[in-house]
């Protein structure tokens, strides 16, 4: 019997018992939502709207990071009946309350950065995420009565991030998302018999979920399967492979962009090598063979993503014809499909099993498609949505005769495989008439090997149009004229590039699904244009423009200070800085070398050559594996607590404050000698006793990789004493002198699997047996990991050592003082909580 609406999905929830449904990655931890828990979280979200007086048909505005807690809030305004209005997290905060005021919402959700620029709006009550728990415990989470819901009834409504005019709102109803749902439903059956063998399906998702392709990718179709959704805050390359293998991802979705991305990053991962060439040696060859043989070619690169991946799936826009034939050549399936949000995200969609080249799929069971006198793409069926919100009015959407005019290009072959053209406003009419499609002039650019992105335009010319290419080179010394002139070689005469132009900064302003805005770079150029002489050909000194989210911007948005000296900053703001310049550049940055960058201009130097090579220390994660868990616990009962006790006698006094402490946590101590990890060891419940310990990464690695000036058998000595240390204490490297970022995500993915860390944060072993400063990296390291931190301090160990008795003490003579555990609020200043550390170890 077919579902009436979308509530009934969410009762399924409670059945599916351990199944992890979403999986929130922020900063360096990783947080779990099981199905049970995304139903029971949606069901007190309901009773919370109801307490707050919202009916049946009232709005809620979503206004946050992708996360567990925001899907729970629209599945909460699913059981109550509410029309969600899911808002993009970078949308400005007058866009926000413009939308906020125009619906009449009565509730937002988001975080809490964001909706404090809704508290102005009159009646709008807010619901930060960071509350959740405290506002939803004094609900039941038992399944909640829903009131009477039909196909007709709204669901939300999703509004266009416009910058001028009244936004306008797509209003889609329960039946709009059944009818793309059920098809795909259906589909899946025959396969799920086999899904069994490689249950769980992880889905990486880094669509957002404001956007209906990212929530159809990330809320509807995963549960079909009993799948988990991976959302992460970072778009940066080599961090989304890493997560790919760390949480062995089955399927990424993804924006063109973010896969193009990813492929240069492989591509630079060979050329580090020197292998770039055999790479597309071996990519040439691939296009012959079939997929297994493929798999088997391309086998590191399986290996280094994970054997449980296997598609890549682009939405938000045409995906670039080599960039899926790249990923198709490899072994690995690329599936996109076509939508819009006025059909419910999907129209046609390939099959993951029998993708037809450059295709954008076969138009889905339950709507009709069909191409125009022009080529425009018309659609018919139960996805297109019900109508426009605007200004409180609802407008039709389709034709009277139920079709809807796309505005999109397309093209049908005999097989009934949809090829997407372009949008028809983009068509480029050329003086002598022709209709030029920059997206084939784009796929030509694209296709050259120094061109990272680019944009087509028109140009005004004699009342018509010519083509205008906008570049973005890999590197500044490329000749644009000889890539233009390669492309034009692939083109008919009529539809040759007659300008270039060669943006200067380092990427283009971009819409939240990292599409080129077309307009703001037309007008730039159209102003430089206007503004300076121009001539067909190449602009040997384009004017300089601002771009939102330049270098300087994001500079001295971190720093609150002018950009122009980075010699400056703290290592805090270092990281800061650097995960915020690859996240909107979308790419990885080597760490030692950002850490002696000293200007913005060295900065810029670096993306235009960004570097394969992320840090020289090692992380081995082999160590949290079994047998090495094991052989480590052996060893610490057996040999390393019964020489603490019997050689060294340590007092403990403190301990009972962690009697009920939940692990993992953080333990910051004084650092005195090498033996430090056995007496914290000792005075740590045994709960908390799996415990990954942070050693001063510049002498890890001198002991993993000796100077060779150094004797043969102090070199011998080094790296035995390395080999035993790292797995039976497992210790990972923290660098002093930057290129830490690293180490703080191995910290937070061995706190994910319950491991308490250890953290020396003085940086070195005490030359005279006092507490030397703490380093600041402490502090964002404990804003990050988000653990309740214990801080000790070990007393009469300096003594021992310097009486030579090498750890044989009387009872007493050492003791271990375990304070109370400490808690920050998120967000709370690294700075402060390093001297907050400081101060409570030091008063132990």
């Not at 805050?233 to 979705?253: G, K, Q």
């Not at 999907?346 to 954008?360: A, K, M, T, Y």
């Not at 939940?662 to 709960?687: E, K, M, S």
């Not at 002991?703 to 080999?723: F, N």
Request: aromatic residues 10%; positive net charge.
């Amino acid at each position: 019997m077919p579902r009436e609406s979308l509530a009934s999905y969410i009762e399924d929830f409670r059945l599916y018992k351990r199944d992890v449904a979403f999986m929130d990655r922020k900063g360096y931890r990783t947080v779990r939502w099981t199905y049970p828990q995304i139903a029971q979280t949606a069901a007190q979200v309901a009773r919370e709207l109801e307490r707050l007086g919202v009916e049946k048909g009232d709005r809620v505005v979503l206004w946050g990071e992708d996360c567990g807690q925001w899907v729970a809030a629209f599945f909460g305004c699913v059981l109550r009946g509410a029309v969600a209005v899911p808002l993009d997290k970078v949308a400005s905060p007058e866009f926000a309350r413009r939308i906020a005021q125009q619906v009449q919402a009565r509730v937002a959700f988001g975080s809490r950065e964001q909706l404090q620029h809704l508290k102005p709006a009159a009646g709008v009550t807010v619901i930060p995420f960071e509350d959740f728990h405290s506002t939803l415990e004094a609900h039941p989470s038992s399944s909640y009565p829903t009131p009477s819901l039909s196909r007709s009834d709204v669901l939300e409504i999703l509004f266009t991030s416009g910058a001028t005019g009244d936004p306008k709102g797509v209003v889609l109803t329960h039946g709009n998302v059944l009818s793309n749902l059920a098809p795909l439903e259906k589909g899946m059956g025959r396969y799920l018999k086999y899904e069994r063998l490689v249950h769980p399906i992880r889905f990486l998702n880094l669509v957002p979920l404001s956007h209906v392709f990212g929530q159809f990718m990330g809320m509807f179709v995963p549960q079909l399967l009993r799948g988990s959704v991976l959302f992460s805050e970072t778009l940066n390359p080599a961090e989304v492979l890493r997560t790919i293998r760390r949480e062995r991802v089955s399927v990424l979705v993804a924006v063109p962009r973010l896969l193009d991305s990813l492929k240069d990053r492989i591509e630079r991962d060979y050329e580090a090598r020197g292998e770039l060439q055999k790479l597309r040696a071996d990519l040439e060859v691939a296009a012959g063979l079939k997929f297994r043989n493929r798999w088997v070619r391309f086998r590191r690169i399986h290996w280094q993503l994970g054997w449980k991946f296997w598609a890549v799936v682009s939405g938000g826009a045409a995906l670039d014809s080599a960039t899926e034939e790249f990923w198709r050549r490899l072994g690995f399936v690329a599936v996109q499909g076509y939508g819009m949000t006025e059909t419910t995200s999907l129209i046609s969609l390939n099959h993951p099993f029998g993708v037809e080249r450059g295709s954008i799929g076969k138009v889905l069971p339950g709507r009709e498609m069909k191409l125009d006198e022009n080529g425009e793409i018309l659609v018919r069926g139960d996805s297109i949505a019900t109508a426009y919100w605007q200004n409180g009015e609802m407008k039709p959407v389709a034709a009277q005769d139920g079709w809807l005019h796309t505005g999109d290009l397309g093209a049908i072959d005999e097989h009934g495989n949809l090829f997407f053209k372009g949008r028809r406003k983009n068509v480029i009419v050329t003086p002598e008439g022709m209709n030029v499609h920059p997206q084939d002039l784009e796929n030509a650019l694209r296709a050259q090997p120094g061109v990272r992105d680019c944009v087509v335009l028109p140009l005004p010319r004699g009342g018509n149009a010519v083509p205008g290419a906008v570049l973005l080179l890999r590197e500044s010394n490329l000749d644009p004229a000889a890539i233009v002139a390669k492309a034009n070689a692939s083109l008919a005469e009529f539809q040759h590039i007659r300008q270039w132009f060669v943006w200067p900064q380092e990427d283009f302003p971009r819409t939240a699904t990292h599409k080129p805005r077309t307009n703001a770079i037309l007008q730039l150029v159209e102003a430089q244009l206007h503004g300076a002489p121009v001539r067909d050909g190449y602009e040997e000194n384009p004017a300089a423009v601002g771009q939102t989210g330049s270098v300087a911007e994001i500079v001295a948005q971190i720093t609150q200070r002018p950009a122009a000296d980075l010699s400056g900053l703290t290592s805090i703001e270092r990281v800061e800085l650097m995960s915020a310049v690859e996240d909107r550049f979308q790419v990885d940055l080597n760490e030692s070398k950002f850490t002696a960058a000293t200007t913005v201009a060295d900065l810029e130097e670096m993306l235009r050559m960004p570097s394969a090579e992320q840090t020289d220390f090692f992380y081995p994660r082999w160590v949290q594996r079994w047998p090495v868990t094991w052989i480590r616990r052996v060893v610490y009962y057996l040999v390393t607590w019964p020489a603490t006790q019997l050689l060294s006698m340590p007092r403990i006094t403190g301990g009972e404050r962690l009697r009920g402490v939940r692990g993992p946590v953080l333990v910051v101590c004084n650092h005195v000698t090498y033996l430090d990890i056995g007496f914290v060891l000792a005075a740590l419940p045994h709960h908390l006793r799996n415990l990954a310990v942070a050693m001063e990464g510049e002498r890890a690695q001198r002991m993993r990789r000796p100077p060779k000036d150094w004797r043969w058998w102090e070199r011998v000595a080094a790296r035995v004493s390395y080999w035993l240390m790292t797995p039976l204490f497992h210790v990972f490297p923290l660098p002093q002198r930057g290129g830490f970022r690293e180490s703080f995500r191995f910290a937070g993915d061995a706190a994910d699997q319950g491991y308490s860390v250890l953290v020396f944060p003085e940086g070195l072993r005490t030359p005279d047996g006092k507490l030397w400063p703490f380093r600041s990296g402490i502090g964002l390291l404990a804003s990050s990991l988000g653990l309740p931190i214990v801080p000790m301090h070990i007393h009469g160990l300096w003594e021992v050592k310097l009486s030579g008795r090498r750890g044989f003490a009387r009872w007493g003579a050492i003791q271990v003082n375990v304070g109370e555990p400490l808690r920050f609020a998120p967000g709370a200043d690294a700075a402060a909580i390093t001297r907050t550390l400081e101060a409570a170890v030091r008063s132990l």
